[in-house]
């Protein structure tokens, strides 16, 4: 019995392949991206508050911000990409968090030779001192946009450029709105954060 | 001279490793986010992949997640090599 040879690949075929091969690819990452999106929208959240707290009450901003860490680092395990129920497992994931984990002792090393325990301790540094709380929340700040620009090389641009945005505003409003940077901080930094993941969340499903 | 892969060229399966090659390497992808981002039946999935598998393109792994039961796939190093090749047939016909 004779078997039938498959008919040849046309030139529009193939070109039709690889337009549907760029399509999908792009249509994944962005669907793997969208699962990341309410991680955002938490950070978002706790700049917003946090930074508003410091502007507005910040007698009490020391242990509102302290809350705030404990239930985004907890969110963070929960549901980031390196959490069990992720819908994507990769090596590379176990090594961010530990990045992460790394990044944050690297920082709470350095605040603490700037800035001695005791003086966050007693009474709320940024009270004490406006010009040491504009710095601290610079230097937080920056360094968390810093691990954003590495993660973006690494897995997807859009928060590379989330990580070099909020750096620009963050060093903007530092230089030209001390009297109203934690405010500053709020709306472009947590804007910025929560607003991406509400659009990567609605669009990118 | 790279040649087409007919596993590979069948617009579903075309999908499927397309969708797992947008992965980072050595990652694997839940089944079911893979069906809804493809917009493909659970069935249709499953069919695909078994065909993917037997060739030894893709691997399957079944595993349990707080008592559900949960697949994960990736693409192996010869699924990636076969696909770069497809990729480079197709590019070859366009003229690109």
């Known amino acids: 019995m004779e078997t039938k040879e498959p008919a040849p690949i046309t030139q529009d075929e193939a070109r039709a392949s690889l337009n549907e091969i760029n399509r999908t690819i792009g249509q994944m990452r962005k669907a793997v991206a969208a699962k990341g999106a309410p991680l955002l929208i938490i950070w978002g959240i706790i700049w917003i508050i946090g930074f508003g707290c410091l502007q507005f009450f910040p007698g009490v901003s020391g242990p509102v911000w302290m809350v705030l860490d404990i239930v985004g680092v907890a969110a963070s395990f929960l549901i980031g990409?390196?959490?069990?129920?992720?819908?994507?497992?990769?090596?590379?994931?176990?090594?961010?968090?530990?990045?992460?984990?790394?990044?944050?002792?690297?920082?709470?090393?350095?605040?603490?030779?700037?800035?001695?325990?005791?003086?966050?301790?007693?009474?709320?540094?940024?009270?004490?001192?406006?010009?040491?709380?504009?710095?601290?929340?610079?230097?937080?700040?920056?360094?968390?946009?810093?691990?954003?620009?590495?993660?973006?090389?690494?897995?997807?641009?859009?928060?590379?450029?989330?990580?070099?945005?909020?750096?620009?505003?963050?060093?903007?409003?530092?230089?030209?709105?001390?009297?109203?940077f934690f405010l500053w901080l709020a709306i472009t930094g947590g804007g910025a954060l929560a607003g991406t993941g509400l659009f990567v969340r609605k669009f990118w499903r | 001279m790279p040649e087409i892969d007919r596993i590979i060229h069948a617009p579903a399966r075309l999908r499927i490793m397309s969708a797992l090659m947008a992965l980072p390497p050595r990652s694997q992808l839940d089944f079911r986010t893979l069906g809804k981002s493809l917009d493909l039946t659970d069935g249709n999935l499953g069919a695909h992949l078994q065909t993917l598998e037997e060739a030894g393109y893709v691997k399957v792994e079944k595993s349990f997640q707080n008592r559900k039961p949960r697949t994960d796939l990736s693409i192996t190093a010869k699924g990636r090599a076969r696909f770069e090749e497809h990729v480079e047939a197709l590019r070859k016909i366009c003229g690109v």
């Open chain 1, 81 to 180: 990409p390196w959490s069990r129920n992720s819908p994507v497992k990769s090596p590379l994931h176990g090594r961010m968090g530990l990045s992460w984990l790394i990044l944050f002792a690297y920082g709470v090393i350095w605040l603490e030779l700037l800035v001695p325990w005791g003086v966050l301790h007693h009474g709320g540094w940024a009270a004490h001192s406006l010009l040491m709380g504009r710095k601290f929340a610079a230097f937080s700040a920056t360094l968390c946009m810093f691990a954003y620009v590495i993660m973006g090389l690494w897995l997807d641009r859009y928060i590379m450029w989330l990580g070099v945005f909020v750096t620009i505003a963050t060093l903007l409003g530092y230089l030209f709105l001390p009297n109203y």
